[in-house]
């Protein structure tokens, strides 16, 4: 049986933990298609050069909620870069609280905008602050093509990201023993909001957990998806890439 592609929505390829050859190996496992994420103005160039080397990687710019203290203008230039695909990861986190959360909440907005201006996705990244990313995104109304990357909440908070029409991106937290919240969200959602992501070289599945991460773990992720579910793993996969297709505005093979 030949197995299935893939394409990670999610994952940090400019980063040195990664080794040299993480691109050939996730395609060796099947995963053909790749988007890189931005999360200040820095990281954001090294994600579009990366794209531009290499066929089937995609770049995003953003500017994460640890960062936004860096201003989002320091981003705006980069979005006319080719391959750039998508706005993010953007959002708040309360957990870690690295800039003021007044910085955070603005931040945050003001790339929504980017978004809507741009005609461009929404990559979010929240943790610890559900109520105010819901509030925010409800006040500057929310990108008809928005992701909720590393999906981190339960089946209430899966309801109201659908509610509001977002894709839900699952990572190798689903295998983790103490996700049972994560778990439910994933029964929980429609076939045709939900994607696969590793956020490589984070969250590493299990049994790889406390090792780097890697785009080619993310079958490990896409099973795991698959057996929650009760779903065969090939027709999760082809959704999964399908849904990645349309969500991010990616060509079809």
Not at 57 to 71: M, R
Not at 117 to 123: C, K, S
């Amino acid at each position: 049986m030949i197995p299935p592609n893939w394409t990670d929505n999610h994952c940090h390829l400019y980063d040195a933990r990664l080794a040299p050859d993480a691109i050939s190996a996730a395609r060796a496992n099947g995963v053909t298609t790749m988007i890189t994420v931005g999360v200040d103005a820095l990281h954001s160039q090294q994600c579009i050069d990366v794209a531009a080397a290499h066929e089937g990687v995609w770049a995003t710019v953003g500017l994460h909620p640890h960062d936004a203290s860096q201003g989002v203008d320091s981003i705006v230039p980069l979005l006319d870069q080719p391959k750039v695909v998508a706005i993010g990861e953007c959002g708040l986190d309360y957990f870690y609280d690295h800039s003021p959360r007044d910085v955070q909440r603005l931040a945050f907005a003001q790339q929504i905008r980017l978004a809507h201006g741009r005609n461009l996705p929404l990559v979010i990244h929240t943790r610890d602050a559900w109520p105010d990313t819901f509030a925010i995104l409800d006040a500057e109304g929310i990108p008809y093509r928005t992701i909720f990357h590393c999906f981190s909440g339960g089946p209430d908070e899966a309801d109201q990201c659908l509610e509001r029409g977002a894709y839900l991106s699952f990572s190798g937290i689903v295998t983790f023993k103490t996700a049972d919240d994560v778990r439910q969200a994933v029964i929980r959602c429609p076939i045709e909001r939900l994607l696969v992501e590793t956020d490589s070289p984070y969250l590493a599945p299990v049994p790889h957990r406390g090792r780097p991460n890697s785009p080619a773990l993310l079958p490990i992720i896409g099973e795991a998806l698959a057996t929650l579910r009760a779903e065969r793993v090939e027709v999760l996969a082809a959704a999964s890439v399908a849904n990645a297709a349309v969500a991010f505005g990616l060509p079809r093979s």
